[in-house]
């Protein structure tokens, strides 16, 4: 019997398993690397604005404190559940580990819809949430950054909760606020920066000219906003569709960025945008392009769909956007689709998160240019560490980044032993 349940876990466990018969890890080691260290279920109650006084329910998940203290997000979403939480903690661990990071991976959050709260009701739930979780968290034990949901304000509330606590500012609590109180330089563009930057390895690699080439993403909040907007302005791609939850463009000659983006600042949405152009939002999947940037949620590459795809490049900006049974038809297709793992691809916000940090730690703080150079290097290193496994063990990319997560922290786990 086991708290954890629901298709994201159960994706997250069924990776794991092929990682582990992969690595041949005896079955009696196989509990401890994939089960949470702690699980942390707490009742929000607030007070409405129309006077009703109602309580969420949030989570904090802890995978593992092997290597450092852990690191995650925090999502807001109406249907978040205990399962899916505990998934993103463990696939956090892998990322951190395969990008060099002295982290174990963390997840948390809340379930309610952001979209339904005024600022105050919004600010209500952010600081109660992170008044339940102080005595778990902490600059050397659990830091938390922004997810689906929340952002830098949610994250500056949290950050003075926490400081009101312990009686003075404590800036390395989380990550991702604003600059202003403690924040860094280029932390909002990182995963997009990140994500652009391997789709350019990528390109090089299926020998594909950038000024030629033609991307879909789906999903338009941080990362596939700031994936877009990097991918057009800095390397010349064509962005010849885009979509979120609201509605789903596609035109082969070209979609106006600028003035989507313009819109969807306006309005939150893509929807409304326009009538022309308009697909339904799961047909965005199987368009053809060059690359296609799944960035929103989980679980939508299956075997369904998979066989379907119409890129050369798969760049996976989501958390675990494709699932177990997609990967073997992926897989059977690795010399026509190039694909760039989440944990590798959507590297790059946890990566800055680091240095955000490492800044607040020292109170020194970089420019931009170190930042996004720090960044750039730590992806090359992954990136080709990725590759050179891949290739000498005849495995997809995917096989070669979560083992090299996976043998990272078993080895600590066996270096530290067991106590007591």
């Not at 799961?282 to 066989?307: F, G, K, M, S, Y």
């Not at 170190?370 to 992954?382: F, G, I, P, Q, S």
């Not at 590759?387 to 000498?392: D, V």
Request: one cysteine or more.
């Amino acid at each position: 019997m086991s708290i954890y349940s629901g298709p994201v876990f159960a994706m997250a466990a069924e990776q794991f398993r092929i990682i582990a018969d992969h690595l041949e890890i005896p079955e009696q080691d196989r509990d401890r690397l994939l089960y949470p260290k702690r699980a942390v279920a707490v009742s929000i109650p607030v007070h409405r604005d129309d006077g009703r006084e109602q309580v969420f329910q949030g989570y904090r998940v802890q995978h593992h404190l092997t290597l450092g203290p852990t690191k995650g997000g925090t999502r807001f979403a109406p249907d978040l559940e205990v399962g899916e939480v505990a998934a993103l903690a463990i696939w956090m661990s892998w990322k951190c580990t395969l990008v060099g990071l002295p982290y174990g991976g963390a997840k948390g959050g809340v379930a309610c819809d952001p979209r339904e709260l005024s600022r105050r009701e919004l600010e209500a739930v952010s600081r109660r949430y992170m008044q339940e979780m102080i005595p778990f968290v902490g600059p050397h034990t659990d830091i938390m950054a922004p997810d689906m949901g929340t952002n830098e304000q949610v994250m500056a509330w949290f950050m003075d909760t926490y400081s009101m606590h312990a009686g003075h500012a404590v800036n390395a609590i989380v990550t991702g606020k604003p600059v202003a109180v403690g924040g860094t330089v280029g932390r909002r563009e990182a995963t997009g920066r990140g994500v652009a930057y391997l789709i350019g390895r990528a390109l090089e690699a299926v020998r594909l000219r950038a000024g030629e080439a033609t991307a879909c993403i789906q999903g338009f909040g941080n990362v596939g906003s700031h994936t877009a907007l990097t991918l057009a302005r800095r390397m010349g791609v064509r962005i010849v569709g885009l979509g979120d939850h609201t509605a789903a463009y596609y035109d082969p000659a070209g979609l106006p960025l600028e003035a989507i983006v313009k819109h969807a600042a306006d309005k939150g949405v893509l929807a409304g945008w326009s009538n022309q152009a308009a697909i339904p939002g799961e047909a965005l999947l199987e368009q053809r392009c060059d690359i296609l940037v799944p960035a929103a949620l989980e679980r939508v590459i299956t075997e369904h769909n998979a066989p379907r795809l119409n890129c050369r490049i798969l760049a996976e900006g989501a958390n675990g956007p494709t699932t177990p049974d997609a990967d073997r038809v992926l897989d059977a297709r690795r010399e026509e689709i190039f694909v760039i793992p989440d944990i590798l691809c959507n590297s790059g916000g946890v990566i800055v998160s680091y240095f955000e940090w490492v800044q607040d730690l020292q109170q020194l703080f970089w420019t931009e240019i170190e930042v996004n150079d720090r960044l750039e290097r730590l992806l090359e290193m992954a990136y080709q560490q990725v590759m050179k496994r891949a290739a000498a063990r005849n495995v997809s990319n995917r096989m070669a980044a979560q083992a090299i997560g996976v043998e990272r922290v078993r080895a600590g786990k066996r270096l530290r032993g067991l106590f007591p």
